[in-house]
C-alpha cells in the first residue's frame, strides 16, 4: 500500500473561516476519496476526488461547503468552508491504487471548531 | 447497499482468539467483505477481505459461511494492542458504477483484557 499523509494532523478553528487539508500519497494512485468521522460517530465518505475533473459528492455534501480539488495522481486538498462548531469532526482521505484495489486510509485531521 | 451487522462490544482475553462475528444477508455474488479497525480515532487500518473462500493473512483470518450470508474474522491471538474497533463492510459499486464504496457501520468494540 501507499504511504498517506494528511496537513495538518490537527487544527483549532474559529467560526466562519475556512480550512484546507492537505492529503499527500507517495505513489500514483487511481482513486482518492475524502471521510468524516464526526465526534462518537462511523466514517461517512464525503466525495471522490476525481483527477483532472470535478469530484463527485455523496449525497447530503455540496460542493460550495467541501471543495476539493485534485491535480495529479499524488494529492488531493479538502477545504471546510464558512465552519460552524458542527463541523467539528476527523477528516481522513484514503486511496486505492486502482478502482478494484483495497482502499487504505490516512491518519486524519482532527479538526475543532469554535 | 448490503449492509452489515456487528455486535457493539466483545471482550477477549489476551493472548486467546478473538472472533469478531458480521451477518450480511443481503450480500450479493459479486461482492467482497472487507474488514477494518480503527485504534482510538487514527485512520482505519486494512486487516482483510474475501469473496467466497477463506482467507488468511498475517493479521488474521476470515471464515465466510458457504451462502456468504455471514463471516467471522479471528485473530489467533489477541493482544493489548489489539483493543480497537473493528468494522465488517460489504464493498459495493457506487450508484453509477464508476467506483466502489464502502459503507462505515457503528462496528465492534473489541476489548482486550490482561
Known amino acids: 500500500s501507499a504511504v498517506i499523509s494528511q496537513k495538518p494532523s490537527r487544527d483549532i478553528c474559529q467560526r466562519g473561516t475556512s480550512l484546507t487539508i492537505q492529503c499527500q500519497v507517495d505513489?500514483?494512485?487511481?482513486?482518492m476519496f475524502w471521510y468524516r468521522q464526526q465526534p462518537g460517530q462511523s466514517l461517512t465518505l464525503i466525495a471522490t476526488?476525481?483527477?483532472?475533473?470535478?469530484?463527485?459528492?455523496e449525497s447530503g455534501f455540496v460542493i460550495d461547503k467541501f471543495p476539493i480539488s485534485r491535480p495529479n495522481l499524488t494529492f488531493s486538498t479538502l477545504t471546510v468552508s464558512n465552519m460552524s462548531p458542527e463541523d467539528s469532526s476527523i477528516y481522513l482521505c484514503?486511496?486505492?491504487?486502482?478502482?478494484?484495489?483495497?482502499?487504505?486510509f490516512g491518519p486524519g485531521t482532527r479538526l475543532t471548531v469554535l | 447497499d448490503a449492509k452489515t451487522t456487528q455486535p457493539p462490544s466483545m471482550d477477549c482475553a489476551e493472548g486467546r482468539a478473538a472472533n469478531l462475528p458480521c451477518n450480511h444477508s443481503?450480500?450479493?455474488?459479486?461482492?467482497?467483505v472487507y474488514w477494518y479497525r480503527q485504534i482510538h480515532s487514527q485512520g482505519p487500518q486494512y486487516i482483510i477481505h474475501?469473496?467466497?473462500n477463506n482467507e488468511t493473512n498475517e493479521m488474521a483470518s476470515l471464515i465466510i459461511t458457504e451462502d456468504r450470508k455471514s463471516s467471522t474474522l479471528i485473530l489467533p491471538h489477541a493482544t493489548l494492542r489489539d483493543t480497537a474497533v473493528y468494522y465488517c463492510?460489504?464493498?459495493?459499486?457506487?450508484?453509477?458504477?464508476?467506483?466502489?464504496?464502502?459503507?462505515f457501520g457503528k462496528g465492534t468494540l473489541l476489548t482486550v483484557n490482561p
Open positions: 484514503s486511496e486505492s491504487y486502482r478502482i478494484t484495489d483495497t482502499q487504505y
Open positions: 505513489s500514483q494512485v487511481t482513486m
Open positions: 476526488a476525481n483527477q483532472g475533473s470535478e469530484a463527485t459528492y
Open positions: 463492510i460489504v464493498r459495493v459499486l457506487n450508484s453509477g458504477g464508476s467506483n466502489y464504496k464502502l459503507t
Open positions: 474475501g469473496l467466497k
Open positions: 443481503t450480500i450479493s455474488g459479486n461482492e467482497y
